[in-house]
């Protein structure tokens, strides 16, 4: 099993910028996979961003530019650095890590972004 936690939701400004991290903790063997997703009442949980094992990263059109994703792998953790954020980036921010081909999630972090 493999437990997740994340930190560094909150308000904030439009235009203004926060950090999530997610560290990750358990029968960890290999994150292949550690991202972002985020969702909002009534729509589907979608990919924000997302680095694999090799170093390879994919971010949302809609973010791109904007958000950034890195990892640290001595210490299992992702981060999601967010600057210029806008209202329509309001959202609970999911991490997600797949670990031995298994998907697992955080609990969720609350993103509100004011105009």
């Known amino acids: 099993q493999v437990q997740l936690v994340e930190s560094g939701g909150g308000p904030v400004q439009a235009g203004g910028s926060l950090r999530l991290s997610c560290v990750a903790s358990?029968?960890?063997?290999?994150?292949?996979?550690m991202g972002w997703f985020r969702q909002t009442p009534g729509k589907q949980r979608e990919l924000v961003a997302g680095?694999?094992?090799?170093?390879?990263?994919n971010y949302a059109d809609s973010v791109k530019g904007r958000f950034t994703i890195s990892r640290d792998n001595a210490k299992n953790m992702v981060y999601l650095q967010m600057n210029s954020l806008k209202p329509e980036d309001t959202a609970v921010y999911y991490c997600?890590?797949?670990?031995?081909?298994?998907?697992?999630w955080g609990q969720g972090t609350q993103v509100t972004v004011s105009s």
């Open positions: 680095t694999t094992s090799g170093g390879g990263t």
């Open positions: 997600n890590v797949v670990n031995l081909n298994r998907e697992y």
């Open positions: 358990g029968s960890i063997f290999s994150l292949l996979f």
